[in-house]
């Protein structure tokens, strides 16, 4: 097992959703050398999120990434490297950025990891497997038949591809979370999840709005999604981290696949008021990248070991609006 306490551990994006979640996590082991890698504007809901967290030292990306480059001395005492930094925007179109920021960052990182014998575990992405036509397989031979729907997707795919090619998956893994939600997420604006936006509009308005199906084997409401509460993402990602010898690529998700309905329902359920749901329009722009089946298949991190129970969708619901969302607070807070 790969013992996290020894020398120093990198979360990138540690100021994000999973990020500060991770480390939230790894503060509940009493530990806290580690270093904080994002970009933060001061007064933001992203530097909320670290408010009540334990780290040593704070890195901008962009320095962070000088640092492997050079394969400075400074980040000699560095062990262990989560990496989860990357623009997540499905909608982002700037292809050069995407492919800077999320392929050729995780690339740098990854190459300074294996020099340096750390431990290197990334975040990959549900959104590599496209429709879900071609399964949802987290075994590496499968990988090139996959067609991501957007370029978020396509900048992670491109790495996974890289990866298998380089035969580095005999020593790193990647991790591809399905619809992760809870607590440390405001800062996302637009790309929070269902459950934060829809809490935000049934408190000024009694009700909450989900997407028209515009396919007809879906009626309104009843695509689905594996929702992964982020208290189950952290678990199974330090879970993979601390274990050495899982290696490659692993889904993380609940592994049950769930309708937008019974996530809304869960919703007024946890704050006891009655179901009061719209159906609106879904934007042109999304109808023909819009994803109506996720569902992962967690049979290879159980084969490994993993044999934690996880969330219900309506505990975690319970858990995030009525100890999180309705008191406003975030995680170890």
Not at 22 to 48: A, F, H, Y
Not at 133 to 154: H, Q, R, S
Not at 274 to 289: A, G
Request: with cysteine; proline share 2%.
């Amino acid at each position: 097992m790969h013992n996290i306490k020894e020398g120093t551990t990198v979360v990138t994006g540690g100021a994000g959703l999973i990020g500060s979640a991770t480390i939230w996590g790894i503060n509940n082991q009493n530990l806290d050398n580690v270093w904080v890698v994002d970009w933060v504007e001061e007064n933001s809901p992203k530097q909320r999120n670290l408010a009540s967290l334990k780290y040593q030292r704070f890195l901008d990306a962009k320095v962070f990434r000088e640092l492997v480059r050079k394969n400075s001395s400074e980040v000699s005492e560095v062990k262990t490297v989560i990496h989860l930094g990357a623009c997540s925007s499905t909608t982002e179109t700037n292809e050069d950025y995407l492919h800077d920021n999320n392929f050729l960052y995780t690339k740098d990182v990854c190459e300074w990891a294996l020099e340096n014998n750390s431990r290197f575990v990334y975040a990959s992405s549900a959104a590599t497997y496209g429709d879900g036509t071609m399964g949802m397989d987290d075994k590496e031979e499968y990988i090139e038949k996959f067609t991501p729907l957007n370029l978020y997707g396509w900048s992670k795919h491109k790495f996974d591809l890289l990866a298998k090619e380089q035969g580095w998956f005999d020593k790193i893994t990647g991790l591809k979370y399905f619809n992760v939600y809870g607590p440390n997420e405001e800062h996302k604006e637009n790309m929070r999840s269902v459950v934060s936006k829809a809490y935000q509009q049934i408190v000024k308005t009694s009700k909450m709005s989900l997407f028209k199906s515009h396919r007809k084997e879906y009626g309104d409401g009843e695509q689905k999604r594996d929702f992964l509460y982020v208290k189950d993402a952290v678990q199974m990602t330090l879970w993979l981290v601390q274990n050495d010898q899982a290696n490659g690529l692993f889904n993380l998700g609940n592994g049950q696949a769930r309708t937008w309905l019974d996530l809304g329902k869960s919703i007024f359920s946890a704050l006891k008021l009655k179901d009061n749901i719209e159906f609106v329009d879904m934007p042109s722009i999304l109808r023909d990248k819009y994803q109506y089946f996720t569902e992962a298949k967690i049979e290879k991190i159980k084969e490994h070991g993993y044999n934690y129970n996880l969330f219900s969708l309506e505990d975690a619901v319970q858990d995030y609006v009525n100890n999180y969302l309705v008191p406003d607070l975030r995680l170890g807070a």
